[in-house]
């Protein structure tokens, strides 16, 4: 081969190999997020192991985007930073969780929902972050406390060990030293024993007294009656303890009642104990007024003693009454008179001209012939017009 088919074969040769290494690439690598429109989400996790750029991020098996950022917070917590495929929606109510698919560590994120809860209609925007993400359990950290839980509890099957040994040292102990005392409590077990063989023993006989047995069987033939009359006496007791209940409800009620009756008082209490001191003061004052009243009375000194006691003073006083019942008694007509004639002025006044020019009968009229004038001293006048 000459050298310059040689130097074809090469040529075609690193052609090849950087058309294969592209296609790689483009496979394999970061190429295909280029011509991919992506907008993104934040994740955020306690701890995140073996999570890197480029980690796909898949929902219900299916890679819906890749991880672009890793950041570790002052907070202790990690930031990390997903490029979702453009018309991948995620809803409001995702959640996240890191998966370990292979021997080699290589992780990936998962996007679920809880089982049985649908899909919100809401969906996550550019920016926002899902708080619900959960860090998967490493295998090894699991096995460091189950190592330590073993060795807590090897630790406390030693201690359980040795505790288990002193007490039955002490047990030991015990027995040694009341060996005496357990003895005496077999000696009486013992005798107890014998005594229940003898109770038993005593059972069977009387049972076998053929007379005892037919007596019992009268017994337990009456049972039925017994209980009839206990399932009556019962019943009673039923209505008794009704009519009880009833009667304790009626003094509830009534107690009710005097509870509102005397809570009024009670809280006027103080106004009403008041009234009754006021009450009792001015009986007091007023029994004190009666008792000067009585002696002034019984003074015969005084002018009601003197009215009471002395018939001078009573004659005179009852004079005095008669005298003015008989001058009111003589007015009566004059002041009739005098309504009379004011009525008759306010009536006609021209008639007293008339009566100065004419007199007249007046407005009494003429008198009847037997009229007396000498009545008028000692009774009202009778006669009208």
Known sequence: MNERALQFWVGVMVLATGLIAAIL??????????FQKTYTLHLAFTDAPNVTENTPVRRSGVMIGRIKKVDLLPSGMVDVTAGIHQGQCVPENIRCRILTGSLLGDA???FYLPPGEPPSKTFL???????????????????????????KAINSVSMASESLDRTLGKIDKMLDTNQQHIDSIIARTDETLKLVQNTADFTHDLMSDPKFRENLKGEFAQLPETLRSARDAVGQMSTTMKNMDHTMSLIDKNLTNVNRLTQPLGESGERIAANIDDSVRRLNQLMVELETFGRRINNPEGTLGRLTQDD?????????????EEISYRLKPIVNDARIISDKLARHPGSILRDAVRPGAGTKGLPPADWDPSRCATQPSTWTR
């Open 25 to 34: 690439i483009l496979l394999l690598g970061n190429m295909p997020t280029i």
């Open 108 to 110: 990936e994120i998962e």
């Open 312 to 324: 001078e003073i009573y004659e005179r006083l009852n004079r005095t009454i008669r005298n003015v």
């Open 125 to 151: 925007a550019d920016g926002e972050t899902i708080k619900h993400c959960e860090t998967p359990v490493n295998p090894l950290a699991a096995v460091g406390n189950l190592e330590e839980g073993m060795s």
